[in-house]
């Protein structure tokens, strides 16, 4: 039998289980965003320094 | 006359032909059809091979290959048993199955696909960083199913993990939620990995158009050194800072892929790589193979498990492409939605056919550096998964 309580139940943790992925993914994309950014700015520099 | 009869006789009792089930003769033939898939067909034939041999073995009757003496028994001080025998009498099998229950071979095998993985693809396209969360859809359906079918919610986080399509992930969890199931779903996790060249493309073909799959995508940035090094150690801490738990598999996961591109430990990264991750392939997949054996694995509750794997895949590979085909729209058809598909781990045959379907659209396209991006993503993406899992119902 189809139990509707156990699915309403169920979502929740879905719902917690997906938000908490893609926050952490999230964050490690900031990570990755910043560390593409900082050998460019160094190499800008010694260019400009140039 | 009376002596040959009775020597024949004596000789047919004791064979295996006399123990066989037909539970052992089914799974005989499960073994022989993965080793034709594996053989003939070249389905990831590293993993298949071995496991579809351990199944094999598991089910020739009466060769004790699996038996386990030390099932309800004491140990003794001395690590002898309360009926005289010791651990080590059990069958040579399931010795070496403590390395899949202990959870030592699926680390290993991070670090193993740490050493062999470049996070490159992933540093210069950060997006397939989310390629890889959407992938894990189908942990989190297949969950609700199981639910539904009367699994208790560890039960249940255990069986859905085998969505995140990543053996060890999968043994490692559960380990710690479902000891009971660690057969099945780590023979399911790893047979579903092997044959994702047959379960994803018909999945890809159907959910996106012939222009979406021919999408040619740019080349890919290079990604300097620094990046690749930071990269694993920063990540490592920042996750482990939020999920605690999963730091096993991720930290040997980065270690390994440190060892790689530090270079400066060449010896260990090619040891990671090639010997020590080979052996422990075999291993592995020859003792998960021979966790199948038919009496105790043809039971209802088994193929339950068995189907749910299936769903928590194929709503994988479903999260993954409808990501891709958002990211397509947002892109304005930069991005080819098959790559999203490779956001399901299974490194790197998920990648492998996102390439192959796509060039059977585009032969002149190359998708594969694309779609290891979203495919390494996966890897961190079903830890994750694994780590709130592990946090929601430990």
Known sequence: MFDINALLNSLPYMGKGMLGIFVVTSLIVLVVNALNNIPEKKENKNREEK | ?394
Not at chain 2, 7 to 14: F, N, R, T
Not at chain 2, 78 to 94: C, I, M, N, P
Not at chain 2, 241 to 256: C, T
Not at chain 2, 353 to 359: D, I, T
Request: aromatic share 8%.
């Open chain 2, 1 to 394: 006359m009376e002596l040959i009869t009775s020597l024949l006789k004596g000789l047919w009792e004791s064979s295996g032909f006399t123990l066989l089930t037909w539970q052992n003769m089914v799974m005989i033939g499960v073994a022989f059809v993965f080793l034709f898939l594996a053989i003939a067909k070249k389905f990831e034939p590293l993993l298949l091979v071995p496991i579809a041999f351990g199944i094999l073995l598991a089910n020739l009757p009466g060769s004790g290959i699996m038996d386990d003496l030390t099932l309800s028994q004491v140990f003794g001080g001395d690590g002898s048993l309360a009926g005289g025998g010791h651990w080590y009498d059990s069958g040579v099998l399931r010795i070496l199955y403590a390395g899949v229950k202990s959870s030592i071979f699926p680390c290993l095998i991070f670090l193993g696909v740490g050493a062999m993985t470049d996070f490159g693809p992933l540093l210069s396209n950060p997006v397939s960083l989310l390629l890889g969360a959407a992938a894990q859809l189908g942990i989190y359906i297949a969950f609700i199913i199981a639910i539904l079918l009367g699994f208790t919610p560890q039960e249940a986080a255990a069986i859905s993990i085998i969505g995140g399509a990543d053996g060890p992930t999968a043994i490692w969890l559960t380990g710690k939620l479902a000891s009971h199931l660690l057969a099945p779903i780590a023979l399911a996790a790893y047979s579903y990995m092997a044959l994702i060249p047959l379960i994803q493309p018909p999945i890809m073909k159907a959910l996106t158009t012939k222009k979406e799959r021919e999408v040619k995508m740019t080349q890919l940035r290079k990604v300097s050194k620094t990046e690749k090094i930071v990269f694993p150690v920063i990540v490592l801490v920042l996750i482990a800072l939020i999920l605690p738990s999963v730091v096993p598999l991720l930290g040997m996961l980065m270690l390994g892929n440190l060892f790689r591109e530090c270079g400066v430990v060449d010896r260990l990264s090619d040891t990671a790589q090639n010997a020590m991750n080979n052996i422990v392939v075999i291993l592995l997949g020859v003792t998960v193979g021979a966790t199948a054996n038919g009496e105790s694995f043809l039971k209802p509750q088994t193929l339950g498990i068995v189907a749910l794997g299936l769903t928590a895949f194929i709503f994988s590979t479903v999260g993954g492409v409808l990501l891709g085909k958002i990211l397509y729209i947002v892109t304005k058809g930069k991005i080819n939605p098959l790559i999203g598909a490779a956001g399901v781990s299974a490194v790197p045959m998920a990648a492998r056919v996102a390439q192959n379907e796509g060039r059977k659209y585009n032969p002149t396209n190359f998708l594969l550096m694309h779609a290891m991006g979203p495919n390494v993503a996966g890897v961190i993406g079903s830890a994750v998964a694994a780590g709130f899992l592990l946090l929601m119902f430990q």
